[in-house]
C-alpha cells in the first residue's frame, strides 16, 4: 500500500476589520466569522491573533459539521492593498 503525501493546505483569506483602539491596539471582527473577534496591541500582533481565531473557528465549524463560508480571497491570485505613504508638503 502507497503512503499518502500529506497534501498542501489550500490558502483563503477572510476580510477582517482592523479597529484601531483610543487607548491603543487594535480589535479586529471577520464579518463572514461573526464568533471571530481578537486584539492585538500592534498590528502584526492582532493581524497574527485573527489568523489564529480564523483557523480555531474554521477548525471548530467542520468538527460541528457546519457549513463554512466561502473565503473572501483565493491567495493564489493577485493581491491589491492600500499603502499608507507620506504625501509630504504641497
Known amino acids: 500500500m ?3 503525501k500529506p ?3 489550500a490558502h483563503v483569506a477572510y476580510l477582517c476589520h482592523f479597529h484601531p483602539e483610543p487607548e491603543g491596539g487594535f ?3 471577520c464579518p463572514k466569522l461573526p464568533p471571530v473577534v481578537t486584539y ?3 498590528l502584526e500582533e492582532a493581524q497574527a491573533n ?3 481565531a480564523i483557523e480555531l473557528c474554521l477548525e471548530v465549524m467542520r ?3 457546519a457549513a463554512i463560508p466561502a473565503p473572501d480571497r483565493d491567495l ?3 493581491i491589491d492593498q492600500l ?3 507620506a504625501a509630504g508638503a504641497p
Open 2 to 4: 502507497k503512503e499518502k
Open 7 to 9: 497534501t498542501k493546505a
Open 27 to 29: 480589535t479586529v471582527t
Open 40 to 42: 492585538g496591541e500592534t
Open 50 to 52: 485573527a489568523r489564529e
Open 63 to 65: 468538527e460541528e459539521g
Open 76 to 78: 493564489t491570485l493577485p
Open 83 to 85: 499603502v499608507p505613504v
